[in-house]
């Protein structure tokens, strides 16, 4: 008999902010510009520098914190991590070690079975390191190479988040990552791009015993640039491992990096040389304690979360509508859509189908205007239909004009027509008799025709059947 | 007795990246072990109901405002840099 | 005219200059040719400028205070290039008083010494006895004071910097309340014990470049704002109350002619008005180094730890970057700073942070308490600055832990964070001893005006014998 397994997966993820200035220094904080066109002596780690707390990130750090349900530390504390490389000029960061600025929450993530509750063991605060780009030196013959760093990167507010090892599929990894990506966005904190690097995360995965609560070694997923990309990669190493189980084997702890070229932290050089980080309160700066007047001013800015919204639009939709909805942006334009007359489900299917398609700002739309196209559907022409949506983010926006032709539905008007249609097609009429169903679209396509388009499609669909019989 | 081993001195060097030679190995596995010793009486004190102090003022809450200064030009960032390549500081492989 | 500015204050040289009797510039060169004239003796200076802009009076700055475009070598190989592209916050306010940076002095490597024998550019000498030290870490300012080649300097002060060299050389040196002195710009030591302050040749200059120099900075979040400055007067010491802990005065250990000279300022105090009352400190002073020289050197490893030939500095090849690290860091430190980067680095690894680091910041807490609990009953605690007179080049630079014990009556008080101030009080075998008035948290104008009494009644003549 074979076992049942079950893969525990935990995630770390770093999320930078997108405040204008870097965490500890007022440079500018943000991607692309000029190398090194960024920096200052403190940033650079020159002789005599010294960190100032940017109060924009700490705030920002303690909503998501709350937007996480963490509990907010009531004295807070940066620690400095010790380690030597190109990329981290302090050779220390400013971090948080036993006292950081959010603990304790958990992010619900909705399924279509319900809600899977993931625990946030911690968030916090922390500066970025440098960009290292590793080239080959000109001049050298045989593969030498040289490490080339931009510290423009460097002390950019960055903040982590690390899950309880709560989840146990890839799928559900992956829609916890874009919930919480979408959580950041909404927040204004962050773009959290994963090619920029404005959001990047890490993966543990081991695998157990199904119905055990033990921990086995973990291998560590770094570097990789897609949520799909990460769930296929969650996967194959769940299986790779309950291979090993299974044929008697040991998992080894190890790292497998993803993308060489975006490697961000030491290697190892060996086993008796793992980093011993020597974290200790960070005496050039003081303790934060955020007082409860601004964590609850903070609370305030929160509105309704995406997590939350999935899970109260799926009382009136279903789940995947909700979803799709909620995760395209949609959900907003569609509430006010509703609350202007339209049906739920009709407004749900025009916006994640063809209102999709169009590619419109959903926030360009007047909704009062867009509810009557969607409660017009079936009544107007399709070809009228089309065009109106078109053109439903336009300033000044009308649906009127595109209302008043009307669906031709009156069988007395259209039952003429049709067997006209049928007589002038004899031929193809005798083939569907005789079994040639598929030819029911060139009859309501002829009759379509014929109309120019304004005939109900279904009211035909159902009299092409009765009369060609 | 808090006298140190070869092995930690090498240890804490490597650490510290610190290269030493086998001479200052021995003499610094001395002259360690000789602070060390003077340094552990710290130890001999009742302390468990003693916070530690990490700062002399009791304060918190220092920061600043979320406005850009200007950035060092380029001639600065690099006045002193011992391999500039470009705008990029160079060093070998890491 | 001719200035003579081995008897000169700053207060003087100032006048001279808003008089109208001296131009700025002309005040800046007899100071020029008071370094051609007796530096070469005394090797206070690593740098001396040629020029440097501003309306007033000269100041030596200590060389791990960062001076743009002025090289800043913290006294080490590592740093022996470098030139700083920004001005530390206290050159920035130097600048704005229209003080002129003469030159940077000498000091022990990154100031971790006692005498500055560390410095890797070759010891400064003390104006009383070249063939002594000057004290360190800030022997090079002291000197240069003492001697008349600067009327004034700043120092930096991390366990006695400051107050130890100018107990040796014969002049007033301040280690300010911690916070009230900005350290942005100077090349950090220990973070939590590092302040920059004035060395003078009298306390109302001493008080005057404090008032310059001190003030909260947004550059250091460190920093708090600060009581006004009070420029002292007073001629009496009515009302004081002197506190002498008997675990710094007349033990073991200090030498008698420096415990005697003491003793009768303190004598001198009270016929002043003021009281004086024995008290203790039970542990502060008997565990005060070994406390001292775990938080410290922890903090230093990661100080110095950016010293690794990327950005700035002196760098060896290597064929990779480790190995460049690994090379760089052990050409340009010279033993002093990788003494006290292994041990810091031990007493915060893994095994040992709590047993080490952990541990002392716990004994700075019951070294706080312990001060705070005087000042409640005392106004200043006075001890001599050092236990010894200065003692002569070479003499204890083989004993690590024997330099350390150098420090043993300044350090206490440096890890409560507290001010403290040292005044020249007499001589012993011919050289000068030095008194510590320790004031309360924010006490400097306290100190400043029982020491200002107290120097006046004693009438010091700062000007070193030999050269008078």
Known sequence: MTTAWEPVIGLEI??????????????????????????????LAFPGALPVPNRRAI???????????????????????????????????????????????????????GVTRIGITRAHLEEDAAKNVHVAASGRIHGATATLVDFNRCGTPLVEIVTEPDLHDAETAKRFLQLLRQTVVELGLSDAELEHGSMRFDVNVSVRPAGSDELRTRTELKNMNSFNFAAKGIEREIARQIRIYEAGGVVDQETLHFDPAH????????????????????????????????????????????????????????????DVLVTGGLDRLWAAVVAAGADPKDAANVLANQFVATGIDPGAVDAGELAKLVAARTDIPRASFDEALAKVGEPGFTADPYLAERVVADTAELDPIIERIIEANSGQAEQYRSGKHGLLGFFVGQVMKETGGSADPRVVNERVRALLG | ??????????????????????????????????????????????????PPTA????????????VPHDCLPLDDVFANAPDRDGDYFRTPPA | MTVDTLRLSAEEANRLVTDGEVSSDELYRAYLDAIGERDPELHAFLYVCENDPGAGIPIAIKDVIGTRGIPTTAGSKILESYIPVYDATVIANCRKRGLRVIGKTNTDEFAMGSSTENSAFGPSHNPWDPSRVPGGSGGGSAAAVSAGLAPWALGSDTGGSIKQPAALCGHVGLRPTYGTVSRYGVVAFASSLD??????????????????????????????????????TAEDLKG???????????????????????????????????????????????????????????????????????????????????????????????????????????????????????????VRTVIKREHDELFERFDVLVSPTSPTVAFPIGAKIDDPVAMYMNDVLTIPSCMAGLPGLNIPCGLSEGLPVGLQLIGPQFGENTIFRAAHALEQAIGFDVVPERLR
């Open chain 1, 14 to 43: 770093h999320v930078q902010l997108k405040t204008e200035t870097k965490m500890f220094c007022r440079c500018r904080n943000g991607f692309g510009g000029e190398p090194n066109s960024q920096t200052c002596p403190v940033c």
């Open chain 2, 1 to 50: 007795m808090a006298r140190i081993t070869k092995e930690e001195v090498l240890h804490v060097a490597r650490l510290a990246r610190l290269e030493l030679s086998d001479d200052d190995v021995a003499k610094f596995q001395e002259q360690l072990s000789d602070i060390l010793e003077a340094v552990s009486k710290v130890s001999e004190l009742d302390l468990s109901d003693v």
């Open chain 3, 195 to 232: 302040q920059v302050g004035p060395v003078a040749r009298n306390v109302r200059d001493c008080a005057f470049l404090y008032s310059v120099i001190s003030g909260r900075d947004e550059n250091d979040s460190t920093t708090v704002d600060v009581p006004e400055v009070e420029l002292p």
């Open chain 3, 240 to 362: 004081l109350r002197i506190g002498v802990p008997k675990e710094m005065n007349g033990v073991d250990g200090i030498e008698p002619g420096v415990s005697a000279a003491v003793h009768k300022a303190l004598e001198l105090a009270e016929s002043l008005g003021a009281t004086v009352e024995e008290c203790s400190l039970p542990r502060s002073v008997d565990y005060g180094v070994a406390c001292y020289y775990v938080v410290s050197p922890a903090e230093a490893s990661a100080n110095l730890a950016r010293y690794d030939g990327v950005r700035f500095g002196l760098r060896d090849d290597g064929a990779d970057f480790r190995e460049m690290v690994m090379k760089t860091r052990d050409a340009g430190f010279g033993d002093e700073p990788k003494r006290r980067i292994m041990v810091g680095t031990y007493a915060l690894s893994s095994g040992y942070y709590d047993a080490y680091y952990r541990t002392a910041q716990k």
């Open chain 2, 55 to 66: 700062h002399p003022l009791e304060i918190a809450n220092a920061w600043a405002e979320d």
């Open chain 1, 59 to 113: 705030e920002e750090t303690i909503k998501l914190g709350l937007a996480l349900d963490c509990a907010i530390a009531e004295r807070a504390v940066f620690h400095r991590k010790n380690y030597f490389y190109p990329d981290n000029p302090k050779a220390y960061q400013i971090s948080q070690y036993d006292e950081p600025l959010c603990a304790g929450g958990h992010l619900d993530v909705p399924t279509g079975d």
């Open chain 1, 263 to 322: 490697e961000e932290s030491p290697p190892m050089r060996s086993k008796e040389e793992a980093q011993d980080y020597r974290y200790f309160p960070e005496p050039d700066l003081v303790p934060v304690e955020p007082g409860a007047e601004l964590v609850e001013r903070l609370r305030g800015e929160i509105g309704e979360l995406p997590g939350a919204r999935i899970s109260r639009i799926s009382e009136t939709l279903s789940f995947y509508d909700a």
